[in-house]
């Protein structure tokens, strides 16, 4: 853990910029096949396909429009002709290390079930202030399908985490861990509620 005073501050605090983002509207990801991709995303994670049209810089390819669950889209350029492979993908410099949803943690068990069925493996890891499960889709993206370990307002989710940051440096830990998110909700007022998940080791999910 660095001391560093050069380090950028850690703060919920708009920054002093030309201007602010207002949230995410979109991701877009070079997909394989239409089948495969919907047969993923929406069959397996059960996000709405809400758009199907030809991707406006190249209508030889179909943009598939995805609803991850709270209105935030995530959306797919794919071509039939590209097969799908899942083997896992090499990183570099401005490529998707992975994409992490939220999800239900009452249905974890049915979750992994689900993952199973479809031969999709799993890792499951306890992640200090929040539980994962981390999987690859069928072109060997790292997916992360993550709860946090209370039920924080989206709203109030950046200030509870730099509040949280704070409390972790104070201590002298190297990890976020539930003790500084609990002494976070407390400092703020929010009277969050824990949410009931399985027991699983701490470590690194899948690369």
């Not at 050069?6 to 949230?23: C, N, Q, R, V, W």
């Not at 709860?147 to 989710?157: G, H, L, N, Q, V």
């Not at 976070?184 to 969050?192: K, N, R, T, V």
């Amino acid at each position: 853990m660095s001391d560093d005073p050069s380090e950028a501050p850690i703060t919920a605090e708009l920054p002093d910029s030309p201007f602010h983002t207002t949230g995410t509207d979109h991701v877009t990801l070079i997909g394989s096949n239409e089948a495969d991709t919907i047969e993923f995303y929406r069959d397996l994670l059960g996000m709405p396909l809400v758009l199907r049209q030809p991707n406006l810089d190249d209508p030889n390819s179909t943009h598939l429009f995805f609803d991850s669950g709270d209105g935030r889209i995530v959306t797919f350029f794919v071509t039939d002709d590209r097969q799908s492979n899942s083997a896992p993908l090499r990183h570099q410099v401005g490529s998707v290390h992975h994409l992490a949803f939220s999800i239900d943690p009452g249905e974890f068990e049915t979750i992994k079930q689900a993952l199973e069925h479809d031969g999709f493996g799993y890792n499951e890891f306890d992640r200090g202030i929040f539980h994962s499960l981390y999987t690859r889709d069928h072109n060997g993206l790292t997916i992360e399908l993550a709860t946090d370990k209370y039920d924080i307002p989206d709203e109030r989710r950046g200030e509870v985490l730099a509040t949280t940051q704070r409390h972790r440096v104070q201590d002298g830990a190297e990890f976020a861990e539930a003790q500084h998110l609990e002494a976070a909700l407390e400092e703020l007022g929010l009277d969050a509620d824990p949410v009931e998940l399985p027991d699983a080791p701490t470590g690194a999910g899948v690369e």
